[in-house]
């Protein structure tokens, strides 16, 4: 019963997270997108379309002090927005084709423009040739850094933007921090949140590889 709880809750802050998302850019109706910061760099000869590689999540070490209540997710979030690329999760004793480090986080700092806290996803994905089960062994082939400032509540709720987003960016290098700007109602964030949804309310979400903490290099 417990479980069932956790899981409805989780459930609820992504379905909040549609109406808090809209919120956000609806003070100035003549404002109808979010204002996305994107800063993505990639590898010589990275696959800028990674359809059929598969993948294992790591986290950082500072992400694992976090609620463990938020991983499940964000892990569901970022499983969504790869699958939409035909990237996917092998079995545990697969050994998969990158590991992804993942980070996030929400800007604490006591500002008193509120629409100026900054909440964030960072996807970095490093090559296996080794075959590892455990950790990548091999170069970095992409980093990608996503941001959108003002979001209210908690950050769950801006998880499928940033996931989106990110996705959209794997292999690519903007040079630069680049400000992009998102209609409220894309399809690409719609999906990701409906997505991951659905794989919150599977039997079982795998919340075990996104809670592990990198290993050392």
Same mark, same amino acid.
Request: proline content about 7%.
């Given at each position: 019963?417990?479980?069932?709880?956790?899981?409805?809750?989780?459930?609820?802050?992504?379905?909040?997270?549609?109406?808090?998302?809209?919120?956000?850019?609806?003070?100035?109706?003549?404002?109808?997108?979010?204002?996305?910061?994107?800063?993505?760099?990639?590898a010589?000869?990275?696959?800028?379309?990674?359809?059929?590689?598969? @993948?294992?999540l790591?986290?950082?070490?500072?992400?694992?002090?976090?609620?463990?209540?938020?991983?499940?997710?964000?892990?569901?979030?970022?499983?969504?927005?790869?699958?939409s690329?035909g990237? @996917?999760?092998p079995?545990a004793?697969?050994?998969?084709?990158?590991?992804i480090?993942?980070?996030?986080?929400?800007?604490?700092?006591?500002r008193?423009?509120?629409?100026?806290?900054?909440?964030?996803?960072?996807m970095?994905?490093?090559?296996?040739?080794?075959?590892?089960?455990?950790?990548? &062994?091999g170069?970095?082939?992409?980093?990608?850094?996503?941001?959108?400032?003002?979001?209210?509540?908690?950050?769950?709720t801006?998880?499928?933007?940033l996931?989106?987003?990110a996705?959209? @960016?794997?292999? &690519?290098?903007?040079?630069?921090e680049?400000?992009?700007?998102?209609?409220?109602?894309?399809?690409a964030?719609?999906?990701?949140?409906?997505?991951?949804?659905?794989?919150l309310?599977?039997?079982?979400?795998?919340? &075990?590889?996104?809670?592990?903490?990198? &290993?050392?290099?």
């Open positions: 019963m417990q479980r069932g709880l956790r899981n409805s809750r989780r459930l609820t802050w992504l379905a909040a997270g549609a109406a808090a998302l809209l919120l956000a850019g609806c003070n100035n109706i003549f404002v109808p997108k979010h204002k996305v910061l994107v800063d993505s760099i990639s010589p000869g990275a696959m800028l379309k990674p359809s059929g590689v598969s @993948y294992r790591l986290a950082k070490k500072s992400m694992v002090s976090n609620a463990q209540v938020q991983v499940p997710v964000i892990k569901a979030c970022v499983d969504a927005a790869l699958a690329k990237m @996917y999760e079995p004793n697969v050994a998969p084709d990158l590991f480090e993942i980070g996030y986080g929400v800007d604490a700092t006591p008193v423009d509120a629409a100026s806290r900054e909440t964030f996803l960072q970095s994905a490093r090559a296996n040739p080794d075959k590892s089960l455990d950790r990548g &062994t170069p970095e082939m992409w980093d990608v850094r996503v941001s959108v400032l003002g979001i209210a509540g908690r950050m769950e801006a998880m499928p933007l996931c989106a987003i996705a959209d @960016y794997i292999g &690519t290098d903007t040079k630069l680049t400000k992009i700007e998102i209609p409220q109602n894309s399809p964030i719609t999906a990701v949140r409906e997505s991951a949804i659905k794989i309310e599977g039997p079982a979400p795998a919340a &075990t590889a996104a809670a592990k903490p990198a &290993t050392t290099r």
